[in-house]
Structures are given as structure tokens and as C-alpha cells.
């Protein structure tokens, strides 16, 4: 049997930075899985959309598609936009078999990508005792993901750093710059910022721009095209294609 199409859903920015790192993601996945046939298609600001890859791949022939939400948490893309758009593309292409993956968080893998992006930034083993974190996400107004925000920081608390806060760009606060100065306010010697997104844009740079304006010590990158978000969006590709219990034979 043929492996079902990976349509990665991303949201799209006006920003280039954005679409080159999804395109750079997609391009790794394919490295990871030779043979996998990967699309890529944004909700909006960027082409190809959804709508017309979907269209694009019935037309060629393609029986079935797993859409993953180039997302991190459950909130409103996930919840309704994209489901709205994969029930519309289903009602005009009744042959394509469509499934809808899951979100990619809460993961180990995310944690560990996150590692390796301080990592790069310059915070070693040693300095996690006497440093703060602030684990800067773009917010929603969705409870649930705020809530998996908030619990993500609290196991981060276990790994050793000195203390770890949450904060937004958008929606809810607290905002970078009030995380870094609470830490500031209690004491925290050093302080990193880790950017709990994946691509570049707006609100990646609001964050930026709040590390800065507070002192933080460390910034560390997006999470972008690392080899483990790419072994996450495969995990999430088969847990959506294969029944639970099933054998993964294709």
C-alpha cells in the first residue's frame, strides 16, 4: 500500500524568515524518511494554500493525506481554522482520504530541542543552577494552551535551571521583558530566554526585542529546522496513519 501524503499545515507570515524555515523543516523530514512523499501549504500570507495543494495532489491521483498542523499547541488554528478547511477540501474531493494529525506539543522531543537551541546560545550544564529561564511562547487566548505553557515551565523546573517562567508575545501576559525582570526581582543571577516557537516572524521578534530590553544574558534561536522537530512531525505523521495497535509496516 502506497504511504499516505504529508501535507505540513503551516500559518504563514509576511515575513520570508518564516516560510524558509518551514520549507527547510519539510526539507529535513524528507532527509529522515527517503521516500515519503512531504507537501507543504500555509493558511494564509504565504502560497501554495491548502485548498490548492489538496486539489493539486486528488488531481494527480493521491488516495489519501495526513495534514499536520505545523503547530504547538491546541488552540484556535488547530481547533477550527484548519479543521474547517481540510472538511471543505473533503466535501469537494470526496476520493481523497484526509486525516488530521495531531499538534506536535507537548513532546520530549521539544524539550530536547529546546536544549539544543541554548545550547547553541552559549548556556552550559554547569550555569543552570545559577540561571533563570523564561520560556517565551507567541500566547493565544485559549486556555488549554496556556495551560500546557504553564505546565511545560513547571517541568523544566526539575532540569536543573534555578528557576523557569512562562511568558507571551501576545494575548495573556506575562511578556518577555516582565519574565526576565521577575527573575531579575528574585534574585536570579543569570538569565536565558528560550523561544518556544518555530519559525521567525512578529511575534519571535517581539520576544527578541523584550530579551533585549530587560538585560536578558542569552537568547537562544527559534526552534526551526532542527533533527528533532523532524523526527517529531514523522511521530506525529504515523501516529495519525496507523490505528493504535496496528502493525507500521508501510
Not at 484556535?76 to 474547517?84: E, R, W, Y
Not at 517541568?155 to 527573575?183: K, M
Not at 544574558?217 to 526551526?224: F, R
Request: proline fraction near 9%; include cysteine.
Amino acid at each position: 500500500m502506497p504511504r499516505p501524503v504529508l501535507l505540513v499545515i503551516a500559518h504563514g507570515s509576511r515575513d520570508p524568515r518564516h516560510a524558509a524555515t518551514v520549507h527547510a523543516l519539510t526539507e529535513r523530514v524528507r532527509a529522515e524518511r527517503p521516500g515519503l512523499r512531504v507537501q507543504t501549504a500555509f493558511l494564509e500570507f504565504n502560497a501554495p494554500s491548502v485548498p490548492r495543494v489538496l486539489e493539486c495532489l486528488a488531481a494527480e491521483g493521491a488516495d489519501e493525506v495526513v495534514a499536520l498542523p505545523l503547530l504547538l499547541t491546541r488552540a484556535f488554528h488547530a481547533k477550527t481554522d484548519i479543521p474547517s478547511v481540510l472538511r471543505e477540501a473533503r466535501a469537494r474531493l470526496p476520493r481523497l482520504r484526509i486525516r488530521q494529525a495531531g499538534v506536535l506539543g507537548p513532546s520530549p522531543l521539544l524539550g530536547v530541542t529546546l536544549a539544543r537551541r541554548l545550547r547553541e546560545a552559549g548556556v552550559r550544564p554547569g550555569d543552570l543552577p545559577r540561571t533563570g529561564l523564561v520560556l517565551a511562547s507567541a500566547g493565544s487566548t485559549d486556555p488549554e494552551a496556556i495551560a500546557v505553557i504553564a505546565e511545560i515551565a513547571r517541568e523544566l523546573r526539575h532540569t536543573g535551571w534555578c528557576a523557569v517562567r512562562p511568558a507571551f508575545a501576545s494575548a495573556p501576559l506575562p511578556r518577555t521583558e516582565d519574565a526576565v525582570r521577575a527573575l531579575r526581582a528574585d534574585g536570579v543571577e543569570r538569565v536565558a530566554v528560550a523561544p518556544y516557537v518555530i519559525a521567525p516572524g512578529r511575534l519571535p521578534d517581539r520576544i527578541a526585542a523584550g530579551a533585549e530590553a530587560a538585560g536578558a544574558d542569552v537568547l537562544a534561536d527559534v526552534l526551526g529546522p532542527a533533527p528533532e522537530l523532524a523526527r517529531l512531525l514523522l511521530t506525529r505523521y504515523d501516529e495519525a496513519r496507523v490505528p493504535v495497535g496496528a502493525s507500521l509496516s508501510a
